[in-house]
């Protein structure tokens, strides 16, 4: 007691001498296609359409009554965070397009500027003297940057089964199950019902897929596979395996992919292609991938045999039964998925309709500008959803989501579907802590904690400085130059690692994974602050992703000193580390140094003449006012620096800026945008956005405005299809119904209940959402009206809980959920 007294009596008088740096803001009280050929289409759609439309959740399944024609547009992905494939379900000729995530041409970059090392010196001093031509001007003198086999991410294969039963279907109907994680494709032939089921298995590690019909022996397929890589061989063997293996000649990758066949009855045979199989009853099937990738730079090659690995997964997997297989999968699934539900419940005659046709709809309606444009049972779905591809792509042990999560199928993606690190990759992992995923969070920070090798090289190449520097992409070979941009992310990078302790609380992997990363990205930053004019530190270089201001001389520039979002970054992050410090009991001088860097750091939010958030150190106009990237709102979200009630000047800067910088976006631009207007309380203005993300999208061409939308299969597009949008989405979706970024980890955070509940959702339920402080919040609400919320701990915590306007103080015991209603009244004790 005696020893917790002291300790707080110390960080009262800490947040006394550096209060002036921490008043202004709300987290320092923290001291806190390749087109596929058209399938015929199924000629009737009758029977098991309707009868599956009624009984089955349609805000939790994706349904259709044709097969895919493209990829992009209608394919469904499955995924265990190592394999991800695309269900087509034609009729004919299934098609399973198949993804491991680390397959990858490229290599590890050897190469780097050294002219830029000598002049950085001097160029920090004129950009901090204001003498941004001549900066430009040196910077330009050392030439360009480096980008030797970057690479891109690669498809594997494509898995083919051609069924002898015709082509003429009727009943169609093709499905998605979010709650089991479970594809499905179910149509009749000649009096013959047939269906197929699939999913991706994390405990086994292979992709499972059963084909079934109502009648015995009438299972007729050839299955055959093949790989797009120009060195991958295809083994047909008699023991009903095929297998594609190869190496990739520029980086020594080696990649395998095994497939069984178990056919229940019937007779089989080998062909040149593949294997036939004969009057069977059933036929389940087992797929594989792996490749020798590691994680450890700069090799980035594992001493394992991939192909060893693959055909073990198999010979396991093929000695348990379909049915366990489909348990053990629903099991690990289950407890992932199921902990949290959204059901926003309304009337609506469109719960009846396939997804395609819903999408549509709601597209038209708002396009018209319908005054029921809404559909929350879509919405409700598109939120679900997110979750189920953060499961499918992100599981422990492999690579993060990458810009299209783990589903590929060009030689040559958009943007490599790399990870771009300027939003992309953060907005990827927003979802996680208040939509209770941490378990597929540690990609991340196996990845993050990877870049510090090859991030330490350019931080010393670069800028002779100490700590870590990450780019602006990056790649699985670990891709750390400046290249186009001084952009840095190592503190963006470690505002997703200690949002990921707040909500999940976990001590051991602050001290042991998060802290060691923050405080080699603060070595960085420390080395990179120096004075500006008025003797205030800025950051130098420093840039505004990807957006150019116009300077004195009339021209325009880039690169900088203190552009807004690296001095929130930084502040941010030192605010972050002073608090990890304190909570570990760790490194008072590092404490001390930088306590006194953001005494004296430039701030971080200022407001200009117009009334807006300035972007850059200066208040210089943006070369392109309404951008995608709103860079300068970092400190709105997902930063925790400004909020309506502590901050209203912010606010209202915050506000000016949002609108001026428009709403017509891509993917990510939308969902970042409503999650800034959900901070901002602003609900029916979030909700707007709405229309841009739920919108038919059937664009596959790069677009940079008047972008986003959803295809038929809601992967969200930029275009094309970015994973970013549909993970961008449901953390938004969270923000409108639940807030915790107020406050800090010693006197908990402010829990603030529907702060932007919009008039289209007038009654719902939402349940497992997290919010910073381990806390795991409850909420129903019936005509707008908060009916009941009931928030639970793990372990015992005070905290704050605000609803319309009025905060109470509640003690939460472990184990001991707590109810409260409308007027914030304990419904137990
Ligand atoms: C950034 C964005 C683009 C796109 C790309 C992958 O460069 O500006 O819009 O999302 O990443």
């Given at each position: 007691m005696k020893k917790i007294f002291s300790l707080f009596l110390a960080i009262c008088l800490i947040i006394l001498q550096t209060g002036f740096i921490y008043d202004n803001y709300v987290s320092a009280e923290n001291v806190q296609l390749r087109n596929e050929p058209d399938h015929k289409e199924p000629k009737k759609e009758i029977g098991l359409q309707k009868l599956f439309s009624n009984n089955t959740d349609s805000s939790l399944t994706l349904w259709y009554t044709q097969p895919a024609r493209q990829w992009m547009l209608q394919a469904l992905p499955i995924g265990n965070g190592n394999v991800g494939a695309m269900v087509?379900?034609?009729?004919k000729k299934e098609h399973l397009q198949f993804n491991e995530k680390s397959l990858w041409s490229g290599r590890p970059q050897a190469v780097t500027n050294p002219l830029y090392q000598p002049r950085m010196d001097k160029v920090k001093k004129l950009l901090a003297s204001g003498s941004i031509p001549e900066a430009d001007s040196l910077l330009k003198e050392a030439g360009g940057f480096p980008r030797e086999h970057f690479g891109a991410f690669q498809p594997f294969g494509d898995l083919y089964m051609e069924f002898d039963?015709?082509?003429?279907?009727?009943?169609y109907r093709r499905d998605l199950n979010l709650s089991k994680a479970l594809a499905s494709v179910n149509y009749r032939i000649n009096g013959v019902s047939y269906r197929r089921e699939y999913f991706a298995s994390f405990p086994d590690q292979v992709v499972v897929m059963r084909i079934t019909a109502d009648q015995p022996g009438k299972i007729n397929m050839h299955v055959t596979m093949t790989t797009r890589q120009a060195q991958g061989k295809l083994i047909v063997s008699n023991g009903l395996k095929l297998i594609v293996k190869g190496t990739m000649t520029e980086n020594k990758l080696q990649y395998s992919s095994h497939v069984k066949i178990n056919p229940d009855g019937g007779t089989t045979s080998t062909t040149a292609t593949g294997i036939e199989i004969k009057k069977a009853n059933s036929v389940v099937l087992l797929l594989t991938a792996k490749t020798n990738y590691a994680m450890n730079w700069p090799g980035c090659l594992g001493d394992f045999d991939p192909d060893q690995v693959a055909s073990n997964y198999i010979e396991k997997a093929s000695k348990k039964t379909y049915e366990q297989l489909l348990n053990a999968h629903l099991k690990d699934y289950d407890n992932l998925f199921n902990r949290v539900q959204l059901k926003l419940d309304r009337h609506d005659d469109r719960r009846s309709l396939p997804t395609d046709q819903a999408l549509i709809a709601y597209t038209k309606s708002n396009e018209q500008k319908m005054q029921d444009g809404g559909d929350p049972t879509l919405e409700a779905l598109l939120f679900n959803y997110g979750r189920y591809l953060m499961i499918a792509s992100s599981r422990k042990g492999s690579l993060p989501a990458n810009l299209q999560g783990i589903w590929n199928n060009s030689k040559t993606p958009a943007w490599d579907s790399d990870y771009h690190t300027d939003i992309n990759l953060e907005m990827n992992y927003w979802i996680n802590g208040p939509t209770n995923l941490p378990e597929c969070f540690s990609p991340f920070t196996d990845y993050v904690d990877f870049l510090r090798g090859p991030g330490r090289k350019t931080a010393k190449d670069y800028f002779n400085a100490n700590g870590f520097f990450v780019n602006i992409y990056t790649n699985p070979w670990g891709y750390a130059e400046p290249r186009w941009s001084w952009t840095g992310a190592s503190g963006w990078l470690c505002q997703n690692l200690y949002d990921h302790f707040l909500f999940s609380g976990d001590q051991d992997y602050l001290r042991n994974k998060a802290y060691p990363i923050m405080k080699e990205a603060c070595s960085l930053y420390l080395d990179l602050l120096v004075p500006y004019k008025d003797k205030s530190l800025v950051i130098a270089p420093s840039v505004s992703p990807e957006i150019n201001f116009r300077f004195s001389d009339n021209k325009t520039y880039r690169t900088s000193a203190g552009a807004a979002i690296d001095q929130q970054i930084v502040y941010d992050l030192f605010v972050n580390t002073i608090e990890a410090a304190r909570i570990l009991k760790t490194d008072p001088s590092l404490i001390n140094t930088l306590t006194d860097r953001l005494k004296r750091l430039s701030a971080p939010v200022k407001i200009g003449n117009n009334g807006m958030l300035q972007e850059w150190v200066e208040d210089w106009q943006a070369e392109d006012l309404q951008h995608r990237h709103i860079s300068h709102l970092y400190a709105l979200y997902p930063g925790r620096m400004i909020d309506p009630i502590k901050t209203p000047e912010w606010t209202k800067a915050a506000m000016n800026s949002l609108t001026l910088r428009g709403d017509n976006q891509t993917g990510w631009g939308t969902t970042w945008r409503i999650a800034c207007y959900a901070r901002l309380g602003e609900a029916e203005k979030a909700h707007t956005f709405f229309k841009s993300i739920i919108r038919h999208c059937i664009d596959t061409s790069i677009v940079y405005r008047n972008g986003g939308g959803a295809y038929d299969n809601l992967l969200t597009c930029h275009s094309p299809f970015q994973i970013d949008g549909n993970f961008g989405y449901s953390a938004a979706v969270a923000e409108m119904l639940l807030q915790s970024h107020v406050g800090n980890w010693q006197q908990g955070y402010e829990i603030h209940l529907l702060p932007a509940l919009p008039k289209a959702w007038p009654n719902g339920m939402v349940k497992g959402l997290m919010a910073r402080g381990g806390l795991t919040v409850d909420v129903e609400w019936k005509a707008g009206k908060l009916v009941k919320a009931m928030i639970s701990s793990e372990l015992e915590k005070t905290t704050k809980v605000t609803y319309k306007g009025k905060t109470i103080e509640i003690k939460i015991s472990k184990g001991k959920p707590l109810s409260l209603d409308a007027e914030l009244k304990k419904l137990n004790s």
């Open positions: 087509f379900g034609t009729v039963h015709g082509d003429e279907a009727t009943d």
